[in-house]
């Protein structure tokens, strides 16, 4: 009974180390899944905020132009906020594209730890495993081999 009991406890033991161990990669993903998330927030909400203001700011130039000079003045204006807005669309697209290669490389290097963690520990397992089984072979070895020599006289 207090055998049964403690082999329950054992399993349940290696039960909730199983599971953390589990569980443990995939909270750090979360983590930083979620902190990712928002770094891209808060800089598609600074991109936003700036396209917004390139936009009014060309919307008030147009409601300025009064003469042919204004119109001239504000096609000229025109030319250049695409110019720019084209830099700034390229230079946001590499921002996010360099984000996302970090989260990929966060993400590559929790993995390649869980892997890691979990492939020593099989190993150590394995090496536990064969210890008792390599004793229990050797000592029934060295029965057998003291065993023959007394049958032998």
């Not at 730890?113 to 020593?120: I, M, V």
Request: charged share 30%.
């Amino acid at each position: 009974m207090i055998q049964d009991k403690a082999m329950q406890e054992k399993m349940m033991n290696a039960f909730t180390e199983q599971t953390k161990n589990m569980y443990n990669p995939l909270r750090k993903i979360n983590a930083l899944l979620v902190e990712n998330m928002e770094k891209m927030t808060d800089f598609q909400l600074e991109a936003l905020k700036s396209y917004s203001h390139m936009g009014l700011s060309q919307m008030k130039q147009a409601t300025e132009v009064k003469d042919a000079d204004g119109v001239r003045d504000y096609s000229t204006s025109q030319a250049e906020l695409m110019s720019t807005l084209s830099k700034k669309v390229l230079e946001d697209a590499k921002t996010m594209a360099d984000m996302s290669m970090e989260f990929k490389t966060e993400v590559e290097k929790i993995l390649e730890e869980s892997r890691a963690k979990a492939f020593n520990k099989a190993a150590e397992e394995t090496k536990a495993a064969a210890k008792p089984a390599g004793a229990a072979a050797g000592a029934a070895a060295g029965a057998t081999a003291t065993a023959k020599p007394a049958a032998a006289k």
